[in-house]
Protein backbone atom coordinates (compact mmCIF):
# COMPACT_ATOMS: atom_id res chain seq x y z
CA UNK A 1 0.00 0.00 0.00
CA UNK A 2 1.50 2.97 -0.75
CA UNK A 3 2.24 5.90 1.68
CA UNK A 4 -0.24 8.47 0.42
CA UNK A 5 -2.95 6.10 0.89
CA UNK A 6 -1.78 4.98 4.46
CA UNK A 7 -1.66 8.55 5.53
CA UNK A 8 -5.38 9.13 4.53
CA UNK A 9 -6.55 6.15 6.34
CA UNK A 10 -4.15 7.32 9.64
CA UNK A 11 -5.86 11.06 9.23
CA UNK A 12 -9.85 9.55 8.82
CA UNK A 13 -9.44 7.09 11.54
CA UNK A 14 -8.05 9.84 14.23
CA UNK A 15 -10.43 12.41 12.81
CA UNK A 16 -13.50 9.74 13.49
CA UNK A 17 -12.11 8.81 16.73
CA UNK A 18 -11.61 12.41 17.51
CA UNK A 19 -14.86 13.71 16.75
CA UNK A 20 -16.76 10.22 18.32
CA UNK A 21 -14.59 11.74 21.86
CA UNK A 22 -16.19 15.11 21.33
CA UNK A 23 -19.88 13.35 20.74
CA UNK A 24 -19.48 11.30 23.90
CA UNK A 25 -18.20 14.14 25.98
CA UNK A 26 -21.94 15.37 25.24
CA UNK A 27 -23.48 12.93 27.14
CA UNK A 28 -20.53 12.43 30.23
CA UNK A 29 -17.45 13.87 31.53
CA UNK A 30 -13.94 12.79 30.20
CA UNK A 31 -13.45 10.69 33.02
CA UNK A 32 -16.45 8.23 32.53
CA UNK A 33 -15.11 7.69 29.24
CA UNK A 34 -14.39 4.07 28.32
CA UNK A 35 -11.97 2.76 25.60
CA UNK A 36 -14.17 -0.04 24.60
CA UNK A 37 -17.19 2.50 24.59
CA UNK A 38 -15.41 5.24 22.27
CA UNK A 39 -14.40 2.10 20.00
CA UNK A 40 -17.93 1.17 20.40
CA UNK A 41 -19.30 4.44 19.40
CA UNK A 42 -16.55 4.63 16.42
CA UNK A 43 -17.34 1.57 15.17
CA UNK A 44 -13.50 0.19 15.25
CA UNK A 45 -11.64 -2.38 17.22
CA UNK A 46 -9.53 -1.83 20.25
CA UNK A 47 -6.64 -2.80 18.25
CA UNK A 48 -7.35 -0.30 16.42
CA UNK A 49 -8.11 2.38 18.61
CA UNK A 50 -4.00 1.31 20.21
CA UNK A 51 -2.16 1.74 17.67
CA UNK A 52 -3.36 5.62 17.11
CA UNK A 53 -3.41 6.32 20.99
CA UNK A 54 -2.43 4.84 24.35
CA UNK A 55 -5.78 6.10 26.59
CA UNK A 56 -8.91 8.40 25.77
CA UNK A 57 -6.69 11.71 27.40
CA UNK A 58 -4.55 10.95 24.61
CA UNK A 59 -7.08 11.59 21.97
CA UNK A 60 -8.42 14.79 23.65
CA UNK A 61 -4.20 16.25 23.50
CA UNK A 62 -4.27 15.22 19.94
CA UNK A 63 -7.50 17.52 19.44
CA UNK A 64 -5.97 19.92 21.17
CA UNK A 65 -2.94 19.82 19.15
CA UNK A 66 -4.79 20.53 16.10
CA UNK A 67 -6.44 23.26 17.52
CA UNK A 68 -2.73 25.00 18.43
CA UNK A 69 -1.65 24.01 15.19
CA UNK A 70 -4.59 25.50 13.30
CA UNK A 71 -3.47 28.86 15.23
CA UNK A 72 -0.31 28.97 14.05
CA UNK A 73 -1.51 27.52 10.44
CA UNK A 74 -3.47 31.32 11.25
CA UNK A 75 -0.84 33.22 11.82
CA UNK A 76 1.20 32.36 9.44
CA UNK A 77 -1.38 32.89 6.81
CA UNK A 78 -1.34 36.74 8.05
CA UNK A 79 1.83 36.58 7.85
CA UNK A 80 1.66 37.82 11.61
CA UNK A 81 5.10 37.92 13.69
CA UNK A 82 4.93 37.08 17.14
CA UNK A 83 5.95 40.82 17.68
CA UNK A 84 2.96 42.08 16.81
CA UNK A 85 0.32 41.83 19.91
CA UNK A 86 -2.78 43.32 17.89
CA UNK A 87 -2.00 41.41 15.06
CA UNK A 88 -1.91 38.40 17.26
CA UNK A 89 -5.26 39.46 18.24
CA UNK A 90 -6.99 39.22 15.23
CA UNK A 91 -5.68 36.17 14.47
CA UNK A 92 -6.86 34.70 17.69
CA UNK A 93 -10.58 36.01 16.38
CA UNK A 94 -10.18 34.36 12.87
CA UNK A 95 -9.26 31.19 14.27
CA UNK A 96 -12.27 31.16 16.77
CA UNK A 97 -14.31 31.52 13.35
CA UNK A 98 -12.74 29.04 11.84
CA UNK A 99 -13.20 26.67 14.38
CA UNK A 100 -16.14 27.99 16.27
CA UNK A 101 -18.09 24.23 16.79
CA UNK A 102 -14.99 22.38 18.36
CA UNK A 103 -14.26 25.45 20.38
CA UNK A 104 -17.70 25.37 21.46
CA UNK A 105 -18.09 22.15 22.33
CA UNK A 106 -14.59 21.77 24.16
CA UNK A 107 -14.88 24.93 26.12
CA UNK A 108 -18.96 24.12 27.16
CA UNK A 109 -17.31 20.43 27.86
CA UNK A 110 -13.85 21.01 29.53
CA UNK A 111 -13.64 24.37 30.02
CA UNK A 112 -10.04 24.49 31.87
CA UNK A 113 -8.18 23.32 28.30
CA UNK A 114 -8.12 27.18 27.59
CA UNK A 115 -7.27 28.20 31.01
CA UNK A 116 -4.45 25.77 31.32
CA UNK A 117 -3.99 23.89 28.03
CA UNK A 118 -1.04 24.31 25.96
CA UNK A 119 -3.08 26.90 23.44
CA UNK A 120 -2.88 28.83 26.27
CA UNK A 121 0.67 28.12 26.95
CA UNK A 122 1.51 28.89 23.26
CA UNK A 123 -0.60 32.22 23.09
CA UNK A 124 1.22 32.98 26.83
CA UNK A 125 4.14 32.70 25.19
CA UNK A 126 3.78 34.38 21.72
CA UNK A 127 2.48 37.63 23.55
CA UNK A 128 5.25 37.35 25.97
CA UNK A 129 7.75 38.16 23.03
CA UNK A 130 5.14 40.83 21.10
CA UNK A 131 5.29 42.84 24.88
CA UNK A 132 8.93 42.06 25.16
CA UNK A 133 9.45 44.15 21.48
CA UNK A 134 7.54 47.01 22.67
CA UNK A 135 8.71 49.98 22.75
CA UNK A 136 8.67 50.29 26.75
CA UNK A 137 11.12 49.62 29.18
CA UNK A 138 9.56 46.50 31.08
CA UNK A 139 11.49 44.36 33.50
CA UNK A 140 11.40 40.77 33.57
CA UNK A 141 8.64 40.28 35.53
CA UNK A 142 6.34 43.37 34.19
CA UNK A 143 6.48 41.47 30.77
CA UNK A 144 5.41 38.10 32.73
CA UNK A 145 2.77 40.52 34.21
CA UNK A 146 1.42 41.90 30.88
CA UNK A 147 2.12 38.62 28.69
CA UNK A 148 0.40 36.89 31.90
CA UNK A 149 -2.81 39.63 31.91
CA UNK A 150 -3.02 39.60 28.10
CA UNK A 151 -3.47 36.21 27.86
CA UNK A 152 -5.75 35.18 30.46
CA UNK A 153 -8.21 38.66 29.95
CA UNK A 154 -8.67 37.40 26.59
CA UNK A 155 -8.96 33.91 26.63
CA UNK A 156 -11.53 34.64 29.13
CA UNK A 157 -13.41 36.64 26.77
CA UNK A 158 -14.00 33.82 24.28
CA UNK A 159 -14.28 31.14 27.04
CA UNK A 160 -17.25 33.73 28.02
CA UNK A 161 -17.98 34.14 24.63
CA UNK A 162 -18.41 30.64 24.58
CA UNK A 163 -20.37 29.56 27.18
CA UNK A 164 -23.02 31.85 26.20
CA UNK A 165 -23.57 30.44 23.09
CA UNK A 166 -21.83 32.47 20.76
CA UNK A 167 -23.94 35.58 21.09
CA UNK A 168 -22.86 38.94 21.27
CA UNK A 169 -20.47 40.89 18.19
CA UNK A 170 -17.30 38.63 18.07
CA UNK A 171 -15.92 42.00 16.20
CA UNK A 172 -16.88 44.17 19.27
CA UNK A 173 -15.11 41.34 21.57
CA UNK A 174 -11.57 41.54 20.25
CA UNK A 175 -12.15 45.53 19.80
CA UNK A 176 -12.89 45.03 23.20
CA UNK A 177 -9.81 43.07 24.04
CA UNK A 178 -7.66 45.36 22.16
CA UNK A 179 -8.62 48.95 24.19
CA UNK A 180 -8.38 47.39 26.97
CA UNK A 181 -4.39 46.10 26.59
CA UNK A 182 -3.91 49.28 24.91
CA UNK A 183 -5.57 51.49 27.46
CA UNK A 184 -3.44 49.16 30.13
CA UNK A 185 -0.02 50.14 27.92
CA UNK A 186 -0.61 53.45 27.62
CA UNK A 187 0.27 53.42 32.04
CA UNK A 188 3.79 52.92 30.57
CA UNK A 189 4.40 55.83 28.47
Request: charged share 30%; hydrophobic share 40%; with cysteine.
Amino acid sequence: MNQEMMDLRVYKTRRNIKNTLLSLLEQKPLEDVTITELCGAAMINRKTFYRHYSAVNAVLADIENDLVEDFLRVMRDKDTSCLEAFKILDCIQEFVLKNKATLERITRLTPDMFSKGKLRDMLHHTLRISVKRLPYDFSAKETEYISLFMVNGTLALYTDWFKNGCTGDLDALTTTAKRLIAQGLRFYQ
